[in-house]
């Protein structure tokens, strides 16, 4: 029982899920959330972020297993397909439920973003289109936090936009460390099309773009906090990218340049939650 539950927790895919669901907590703090709306905010991401790790690595579990993904559980035995499956369905059941505690509308934009991840999962995910789903999802994030607020009032234009952004970012940053494995099997999404120094490029733009619209779209010019996100935005992906080349070397995973979206991320709402101009 005990290897299951740690099974289930790797094939969550525990760092994007913990960042996810930290983010969103933060953001329900920044537009002005008590603590129960921020704990019904972060319960529902999280429901959410679980079901579609554990559907990626279901759905994923022949391809992991076709090129040696030792770092999958499922595919080393140490979590069986029917636990996953059987984890997933109730952690989708739960998303839209818990978002129900906050009104429909946030119910409804919660459950959009769900739908939208798991249809990344499948079938979009080799597709032309496969950046969709990655810039609905993270729209959806901030969308579905104001709407929780009473009254839903509408989400600002320019946040939706930069979430949307950095999702967008965030997808081509999560395919680079895959891109030879996912070609051995037939995964043809727009990174793969795009290679690997055009999906560095996209996200990287993809990221500044964000924090630039994080920076200048709430009223009021700029601050100097703002300026220096802008500036992170640009450093950080850098770095990640430098530290990726050094993992490859090392015949290591390259997963630096997602960390580096997270960490992009991260600096963003806090920069919001600082500058409190959110709604």
Excluded at 53 to 76: E, Q
Excluded at 159 to 170: I, S
Excluded at 225 to 251: C, D, F, K, N, Q
């Amino acid at each position: 029982m005990s290897m299951s539950v740690l099974g289930l927790v790797r094939a969550s895919h525990p760092e994007p899920a913990a960042a996810v669901t930290v983010v969103a907590g933060l953001l329900a703090r920044a537009v002005g959330h008590g603590p129960g709306g921020i704990a019904a905010v972060s319960l529902t991401v999280l429901a959410s972020q679980l079901a579609v790790g554990w559907s990626n690595d279901l759905i994923d579990a022949d391809r992991d297993a076709t090129v040696g993904r030792t770092d999958k559980p499922v595919t080393t035995g140490v979590v069986s397909r029917r636990v996953l499956a059987r984890a997933t369905v109730p952690a989708a059941a739960a998303t839209p439920l818990l978002a129900l505690t906050a009104g429909p509308a946030a119910a409804l934009c919660a459950t959009l973003g769900l739908v939208s991840a798991l249809l990344y999962n499948w079938p979009l995910k080799s597709t032309p289109v496969s950046v969709l789903p990655y810039a609905v999802s993270f729209g959806a994030l901030p969308a579905f936090v104001v709407l929780a607020l009473p009254g839903a009032p509408a989400p600002p234009v320019w946040l939706v936009a930069a979430a949307a952004l950095l999702g967008a970012g965030a997808h081509f940053a999560n395919v680079l460390p895959d891109l030879a494995d996912d070609a051995r099997t037939g995964v043809r999404g727009l990174p793969h099309r795009l290679g690997a120094a055009g999906s560095r490029v996209a996200a990287a733009g993809l990221l500044l773009a964000a924090t630039v619209a994080l920076v200048v779209g709430p009223p009021g010019p700029p601050s100097w906090a703002g300026l220096s996100a802008i500036a992170a935005a640009v450093a950080v992906p850098a770095l990640g990218w430098y530290a990726g080349r050094a993992a490859t070397r090392a015949a290591a995973r390259p997963v630096a340049a997602f960390r580096a979206v997270m960490v992009v991320a991260l600096i963003d709402v806090v920069l919001l939650v600082a500058s409190g101009r959110v709604v």
